[in-house]
């Protein structure tokens, strides 16, 4: 009798599914999972470390770079956690602002997590659709910011800026000209919020299209019914929060349950899944992604009738205007020593959790009243998510595993943070 024995494979890190550097071992038996051993930490980012030798305000742009997915929601914890550490609340336009753009980064999220999903599981269509519509998100990063991936917008106090009264035109290239540019520069012939309202209204049935696309899809369908179930117990005691906490059935949002911003101010929906499988949590998110429209169009309403200001009028916090820094030499000496050497905060600890587009992702802060941090920990939620990967996988085919890699949505920036 010829001996039978498991097999070890690696999963990764170079595989296009892997969603980043991952590595998995598994261990198989015929094409069935018996084990899967994630190993992380080959990315090295530190950015905790890091965060602690710098003043506060040098390291917002290390957070957009940790979910590179999720940027702005990850500024707005560490904003946060900074802003309870020293009292301070930003005024309200701009919270609305910080709301209306924690949404889009939601979108974004799930968009790519929608696109980089099919693919995975054999569909080209959606990935095209999705990122379409990400590049219509991203002009609405570059107008405020002046960056589309990593635009450090939210400061301790408010935000950067005001939202610009003129939204960017496309010039004429090669690949838009003519009729397609003009149809493309229509949305753009007002200000900002006039481009993110045209945005939305026609977001709805680019989501419809998604959904025609894969909800009703036979081989969609057989690949994510019934893979990776978590009951809602199982999934309370690992410790999953958002789509992977909801697809399970259990309705914790912490935009509903324990509000920051402006979320106690605007309605919107939690859905819910039933099974706790790869497909309900698919479902979960996408009409997710229909509620943050609905809660953007809020905000643009409440943005249009009430201007104000975006930034508290503090300058040991906030930079003075250029024209004030011009004419004033006391601004001018707050501005140098501000981004020279930050500000000192005072003693204390703080956390601050926001609802990330993949979960709670949580800055726990320390202050020994000197101009950086004594201890800066995050709280990722992929990274609790991947921990599971080993009892999701169990008992599941080997071409299972993208779909429960994707289903995670995992980004190993904020694993191996």
Known sequence: MSEIRNFTMNFGPQHPAAHGVLRLILELNGETVERADPHIGLLHRATEKLAETKPFNHSIGYMDRLDYMSMMCNEHAYVLAIEHLLDIEAPERAQYIRTMYDEITRILNHLMWVASNALDLGAMTVFLWAFREREGLMDAYEAVSGARMHPTYYRPGGVYRDLPDQMPKLAESRWRKGADLERMNRWR????????????EDFFDRVDDYETMLTDNRIWKQRTVGIGEVSPERALQLGFTGPMLRGSGVAWDLRKKQPYAKYAEVDFDIPVGA??????????RIEECRQSARIIQQCVSWLRANPGPVMLKNFKVSPPTRSEMKDDMEALIHHFKLFTEGYCVPEGEAYAAIEAPKGEFGCYMISDGANKPFRVHLRAPAFVHLSAMDEMARGHMLSDVPALIATQDIVLGEVDR
């Open 189 to 200: 012939s007002g200000s900002l919020l006039d481009y993110i309202e045209a945005f939305t």
């Open 275 to 284: 099974n706790g499988d790869c497909y309900d949590r698919y479902l979960v």
